[in-house]
């Protein structure tokens, strides 16, 4: 198994505080005020946080091709006009190999629908458009030929709950996304899902 950054990243105490990347190149789109540290802050807004100013929705990005080594996507993707284009330009510029790390509200958190600037809902399989897996994927329908790899999905924070109840509870759900989506997610939503997919070029 892959190390996971999604991990690293999210750790017990919150979104870590510490430089876990060493001195590689690593975008963090969307960043506002909370940026990663040792990563390059991107977003919209200039604030004291923000690096590079820039709207994800204009492409290309103001990055040259594979030139990332990792990129943290935490609360973004549902703000963009097309998942599809934003997936694309990650690709573009990430390296062969290199990763990104997707956080969105899920579609039945409340969460999803307070923000009245978000734009797309997301279920487990939102972004299986992308994957290189073939055999039922959602890939098949060609809307780009980018691929990933999914290195880890998480319903809600990835690290293991002390709560056994729970630990076993998202184990379950983890394995059947889809009774999870439409069924079992009415009675008992997460807050968010969490992607870590790998480039392949």
Known sequence: MKESF????????????????????????????SKLRGAVGVDMLKMPAVDVVCNLDVT?????DN?????????????????VDFLNEVWRVGKNDSRIVIAVPYFRSVD????????????????DYFMKEKGGSLSAYGYT???FEKIGFWYGW?????????????????????FY?????????????????????
Do not use: M
């Open 6 to 33: 999604a991990l690293k990243i999210y750790t017990k105490n919150g979104i870590v505080k510490e430089d876990i990347f060493g001195g590689k190149k690593i975008l963090h789109l969307g960043c506002g005020n």
């Open 60 to 64: 290309p990005w103001p990055f040259e």
């Open 67 to 83: 030139s990332v080594d990792f990129i943290f996507a935490h609360n973004v993707l549902e703000h963009v006009d097309n998942v």
């Open 112 to 127: 999803a629908f307070t923000d009245p600037t978000h734009k797309h809902f997301f279920t487990a399989n939102s972004l």
């Open 145 to 147: 030929d980018r691929r």
């Open 158 to 178: 990835p690290q293991e709950s002390d709560d056994l109840i729970v630990r076993h509870f998202k184990k379950f759900i983890c394995k059947y996304t889809k």
């Open 181 to 201: 989506d439409q069924y079992l997610s009415l009675f008992l939503p997460v807050k968010l899902l969490i992607w870590e997919l790998e480039i392949k070029k």
